[in-house]
C-alpha cells in the first residue's frame, strides 16, 4: 500500500494543517456566474465546502451542475465571482496545474490507449517512478473490479466498465479534490450500490474531498456529508441528507427530493407553537409551528408518504393527531413498502407508504376499503406557498 | 455477424461493382502492358513483336509465347541509368513527403481549431486551386521563378539579393512545384481525422496533468495517424511516378523514373522497356500499400 503522501506530498499532508490554522474551507465559491450567449448557466452561485468532505449536487437536468464542476476544473472561466481553493484564487491556474481531477460526464477515455494506460496517464505525467505507477494502476483496477481487462480498448469495454474506468483514471493521481460528473450512471443497481459503498470507503480513507454530481437522490443521501440542490444555476438549499428530506426550505425543494404530499392552506388560528390551518380539500389540521416567521397566510402543507398512518377506525389516543377519513383508491405493492392513494371525503388525494412489516398480510387495506389516515403535528412541514 | 447474412441481396450484387472495375480497367490494362514489357522492339506498327493473334490458329498463338522474354527486364538491371532514376524517385517522393507532412500537419491542424462556420470557407480554400487546370499552374510557377520573374523582383526590390538568383531547374524549384501541387492531398486526410477528434479528450488530458504540448503527443497525434498514414500514401505515390513537374521546374541532369519512361516510349520508341519499367515502379509501390494495410490491420486487431 502506497499513502496519500507519496503523489502531491505538499498538497495532501499540508492540507489538514492550514484547515485547522485558518478557519477557511476548502473550496470557496464566491458568487461565481457563468453566462453562455444571452443563457445563464450558474447564476451569482456561493458554497464553502470543508476539506475531507463529501458534498453531492442535485438538480434538475440544464440547471448548471456540469458548468459549475467545469470551472472549478478549470475548463470554463468564470464570468462573475471568484473560486478559492485553500484560500487562494485559482482564476488564474491552468486546468493541468490544478490539485483537481475530475470524471467527466462521458467519460472522455482515451480511444487509443489501454485501460492501464489509460488509468496510467496521469501518474505518468506526475512522474512517479515506475513502479508505483505500476503498483497504483494495480490498485486502481482492484478497486474498480476490472481486473483482467487492463489490456482491453475503451471500445472494448461496455458501458458500465468504461465507467470504472474513468472513475479510476481520475482517482488514481489522488487529488485533493475529485469531481465526480454522475459518476455511477451507467452501473447496476448492485454494482452501484457496492462502488458506492466503496467510494465513501475510499474518501474516508484517503481524506480526499469529494465533489459529486448525481441524478439518483438516493445515491447522494447514501453518500453524501451535505447536498447542494440547485435550480436554474442557483443553490435553493444546502443541506445535510436529513435536513433536506425532513425540513426543505421551499415547496420546490419539498417536490424535488423524494416523495411528498403538498397540499395547500389558509393558516386561521396561530397560538402555542401550534398552527390551526385550512387545507384544501383536507379539512382543518393542526401543525407545528415553522421556526422562520410565515409571510402570508397562505402557505403549503408538505408531508411525506411514510409519517402518515392508515388504520380502519380512527384512532383512540387521537388528542393532538390529525385524522382525516377517506377511501383507499389504488395500492402499489414495492416489495418492504406498499404505497396507497387515498382519496379524502374532503375532496384531496393523499398518497400513504407503509411499511410491509408481515409476510402474510392478511389484514391488507385493498381499493376501496374506507380508512382514515392521520399523522402527528409535528410531522408536517409548513411551507410558504 | 458475417458479411454473407447483413448484405441483402441487391447490396450483394452492387458490392460485386467495384471488382467488375478493378477488372475492366485495372486487370486488363495491366494484362496488355505486362505482355508488351515481354516482347521485343521492333520497326513496326504496334513497334514490338510477338502479336498475339488467330490468324495462325493455335500454332500461332503457341509460337508467339514462346517469343516473350524477359530481355527487358535484365536490360532495366543493367543499365544504371534506370536505377539511377528508381532512385531519384524514391528520394524525391521520400523527401517531398516529408516537407509535405511537415507543413501539411499544423495547416490541418489549424483549421480542425477553427470555429465550426470557418472550417468550410478554410476547405475551400485549400481545394479552390483544383479548378485551375494543374498544367496552367505549374506555368505560373515558371513565370514566377523565371529569371526576371516575380520572385527575383521582389528579392531584388527588397535588397535580399544584388543580382537575380537562378530558381528554375533546380531541385528546389521541382520540390516547390511538388509540395504546392500535393499540399490539398496531405491536408484534406489529416483534418478529417482530426476535426472528428473529441475535444473532451485534451481536456481530460489536462485534468490529469497534460500541458497542451503533451496532450498533443499523446492523445492527439497518436489519434490522428490514421489520416497521417493516408495522407503519405497519398502523395508518396503519385510523387513517384510524377512527370509533369520535374520535366518542367527540374533540370535536365538526372531524371525521375516517370520521365525515363517517356524518353522510352515516345523518344526511343522502346514500348517493351518503357512497359517493364512501369511493372516494376508499380511492384516497387505496392511495398508502401501492403506495408500500410498491415498496419492498419494490427491497429485494428488490437482493439
Ligand atoms: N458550451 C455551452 N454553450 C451553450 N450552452 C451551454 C453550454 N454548456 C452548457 N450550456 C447550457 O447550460 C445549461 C447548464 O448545463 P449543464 O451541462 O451545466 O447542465 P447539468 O446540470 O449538468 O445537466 P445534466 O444533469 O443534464 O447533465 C444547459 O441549459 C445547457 O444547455
Ligand atoms: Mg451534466
Known amino acids: 500500500m502506497t499513502t496519500a503522501t507519496d503523489i502531491l506530498p505538499d498538497a495532501i499532508a499540508e492540507a489538514p494543517l492550514i484547515v485547522a490554522a485558518y478557519p477557511m474551507p476548502l473550496l470557496r465559491v464566491d458568487g461565481v456566474s457563468k453566462k453562455f450567449g444571452a443563457f445563464t448557466a450558474v447564476d451569482g452561485l456561493s458554497l464553502d465546502i470543508q476539506a475531507g468532505e463529501f458534498f453531492a449536487l442535485l438538480g434538475p437536468s440544464g440547471c448548471g451542475k456540469t458548468t459549475l464542476l467545469r470551472m472549478l476544473a ?74 483482467g ?104 425543494i419539498a417536490g424535488f427530493v423524494g416523495d411528498i404530499n403538498l397540499i395547500e392552506g389558509e393558516v386561521t388560528l396561530q397560538d402555542a407553537h401550534r398552527l390551526t390551518v385550512a387545507a384544501a380539500g383536507a379539512g382543518m389540521l393542526t401543525v407545528a409551528e415553522p421556526k422562520a416567521p410565515l409571510p402570508s397566510r397562505a402557505i403549503c402543507l408538505a408531508i411525506r408518504p411514510e409519517k402518515i398512518r392508515l388504520s380502519r377506525r380512527a384512532p383512540t389516543s387521537a388528542g393532538g393527531l390529525n385524522s382525516i377519513e377517506g377511501v383507499v383508491t389504488e395500492v402499489g405493492y414495492l416489495g418492504g413498502l406498499s404505497v396507497y392513494k387515498v382519496q379524502l371525503d374532503h375532496g384531496a388525494t393523499l398518497r400513504v407508504a407503509l411499511a410491509n412489516t408481515n409476510r402474510l398480510d392478511v389484514d391488507a387495506y385493498g381499493v376501496g376499503q374506507k380508512v382514515v389516515a392521520w399523522f402527528a403535528p409535528d410531522d408536517c412541514v409548513v411551507l410558504p406557498r | 455477424m458475417s458479411a454473407r447474412t447483413i448484405f441483402t441481396r441487391p447490396a450483394r450484387r452492387a458490392s460485386v461493382a467495384p471488382y467488375i472495375w478493378m477488372v475492366l480497367f485495372f486487370l486488363v490494362p495491366f494484362g496488355f502492358v505486362l505482355k508488351i514489357s515481354l516482347s521485343q522492339t521492333a520497326i513496326a506498327q504496334p513497334p514490338y513483336l510477338p502479336l498475339f493473334g488467330l490468324t495462325d490458329g493455335i500454332a500461332g498463338l503457341k509460337a508467339a509465347f514462346a517469343a516473350l522474354s524477359l530481355d527487358s527486364f535484365w536490360l532495366l538491371v543493367s543499365d544504371n541509368l534506370y536505377i539511377a532514376s528508381y532512385g531519384r524517385s524514391l528520394v524525391v517522393a521520400l523527401v517531398s513527403t516529408a516537407l509535405l507532412l511537415a507543413i501539411g500537419y499544423p495547416i490541418a491542424y489549424a483549421m480542425a481549431r477553427l470555429p465550426r462556420r470557418w472550417q468550410g470557407v478554410a476547405m475551400m480554400l485549400v481545394i479552390v486551386p483544383f479548378w485551375t487546370s494543374f498544367l496552367i499552374r505549374i506555368y505560373a510557377w515558371i513565370n514566377i521563378l523565371q529569371h526576371d520573374g516575380l520572385l527575383n523582383q521582389i528579392l531584388l526590390a527588397l535588397h535580399i539579393v544584388s543580382a537575380p538568383v537562378v530558381w528554375l531547374s533546380t531541385d528546389s524549384a521541382m520540390y516547390l512545384g511538388i509540395v504546392y501541387s500535393y499540399l490539398p492531398f496531405m491536408i484534406l486526410p489529416l483534418y478529417a481525422t482530426l476535426a472528428k477528434q473529441d475535444g473532451a479528450l485534451l481536456e481530460a488530458a489536462a485534468d490529469l496533468g497534460a500541458s497542451r504540448l503533451v496532450a498533443f503527443w499523446r492523445v492527439t497525434f497518436p489519434l490522428s495517424l490514421g489520416g497521417v498514414g493516408a495522407g503519405v500514401l497519398l502523395c508518396f505515390i503519385p510523387i513517384v511516378g510524377e512527370f509533369v513537374i520535374p520535366d518542367l521546374l527540374a533540370g535536365s541532369d538526372s531524371m525521375m523514373i516517370g520521365q525515363t519512361l517517356w524518353l522510352e516510349f515516345f523518344t526511343n520508341k522502346d514500348w517493351p522497356v518503357a512497359s517493364a519499367l512501369a511493372i516494376v515502379l508499380l511492384a516497387l509501390l505496392i511495398v508502401p500499400l501492403l506495408v500500410y494495410d498491415r498496419l492498419q490491420r494490427r491497429a485494428l486487431e488490437a482493439r
Open chain 1, 74 to 147: 478549470g475548463f470554463e472561466t468564470p464570468d462573475a465571482g471568484k473560486i478559492l481553493l485553500d484560500g487562494e484564487d485559482i482564476a488564474a491556474v491552468l486546468p493541468h496545474q490544478r490539485p483537481v481531477n475530475m470524471m467527466f460526464q462521458n467519460y472522455a477515455l482515451f480511444p487509443h490507449l489501454s485501460v492501464r494506460d489509460n488509468i496510467a496517464f496521469g501518474l505518468k505525467r506526475a512522474a512517479l517512478p515506475k513502479p508505483e505507477i505500476a503498483a497504483r494502476v494495480a490498485e486502481m483496477v482492484a478497486l474498480v473490479k476490472l481486473g
Open chain 1, 149 to 252: 481487462l487492463e489490456k482491453r480498448k475503451p471500445d472494448q469495454l461496455s458501458g458500465g466498465q468504461k465507467q470504472r474506468v474513468a472513475l479510476a483514471r481520475a482517482l488514481a493521481r489522488r487529488p485533493q479534490l475529485l469531481l465526480l460528473d454522475e459518476p455511477l450512471a451507467a452501473l447496476d443497481k448492485k454494482l452501484r450500490e457496492e462502488t458506492q459503498a466503496e467510494l465513501m470507503e475510499l474518501q474516508r480513507r484517503l481524506g480526499t474531498t469529494f465533489v459529486i454530481v448525481t441524478h439518483d437522490q438516493d445515491e447522494a443521501m447514501t453518500m453524501a456529508d451535505r447536498i447542494g440542490v440547485m435550480k436554474d444555476g442557483r443553490l435553493e438549499q444546502v443541506a445535510t441528507p436529513r435536513q433536506l428530506y425532513e425540513a426543505p426550505a421551499s415547496r420546490w
